[in-house]
């Protein structure tokens, strides 16, 4: 287990080398939908709106995806990032640069 | 007929929803990103799927049976069958969850 959510198992990581996974942020909330629904978005991990998990590409997340494809929006990515990383992404452009630092 | 004890729907039956029958414009733009959101997720699946070689048969089904936003007529993006209304139609809007479910087909003929 990675930082970010992240489940290889061993079959899928050894038959194929250029392992892709899928980046899944659920965009739309599970309140009132049926149990079995919010049970897959618990499964995935995805809690709160905006939560973003990655899973390797297997028919068994597919078939999770399609129980809550109205919800989540999802992308075949080469490799999972780190909350970290999302966290990075996220980060809007500060608006300048450094040319060079000054002393202190 | 004017003044504070004017006998208006309201008053004289306590509760009254008023909800339009028809979607606006807006309303009918967003339901069509929906429905297009859906596809999106469906065709990366299936793409996802298709490079490993693995059909799934969730997806499957989906495709076989499903029409796409393109494919479908306005009537049925945005009513929907019930056979309790005049005409057999009343606005997708008065299914529960209908921004979070997929309606998508209706019986032939109707």
């Known amino acids: ?70 919800l989540v929006e999802v992308q075949e990515v080469d490799k999972p990032l780190t909350r970290a990383e999302l966290r990075e992404e996220r980060r809007p452009d500060p608006g300048f640069y450094l040319e060079k630092a000054a002393p202190r | 007929m004017f003044g504070a004890f004017r006998p208006t729907n309201s008053l004289s039956g306590g509760l009254l929803w008023k909800i339009p029958w028809r979607l606006s414009k807006f309303q009918k733009a967003r339901q069509r990103k929906r429905l297009r959101a859906v596809d999106t997720v469906v065709a990366t699946l299936d793409k996802a799927l298709a490079k490993k070689s693995i059909t799934t048969k969730a997806v499957e089904r989906w495709k076989e049976e499903m029409p796409i936003e393109q494919e479908m007529v306005p009537k049925d993006k945005y ?32």
Not at chain 1, 2 to 8: C, D, E, I, N, T
Not at chain 1, 36 to 54: E, I, Y
């Open chain 1, 1 to 70: 287990m990675l930082g970010s959510r992240v489940r290889a198992t061993k079959d899928s990581l050894t038959d194929n080398v250029t392992m892709s996974y899928f980046r899944i942020t659920l965009t739309r909330s599970g309140i009132g939908m049926p149990k079995r629904t919010q049970g897959v978005l618990k499964a995935l991990g995805l809690r709160h709106r905006m939560r973003t998990v990655f899973y390797p590409v297997t028919p068994e997340v597919a078939g999770q995806i399609m129980r809550v494809k109205e």
């Open chain 2, 79 to 110: 009513t929907i069958f019930d056979r309790k209304e005049k005409k057999y139609r009343k606005s997708i809007r008065k299914l529960p969850k209908w921004t979070r479910v997929s309606q998508r087909v209706n019986p032939p003929g109707y």
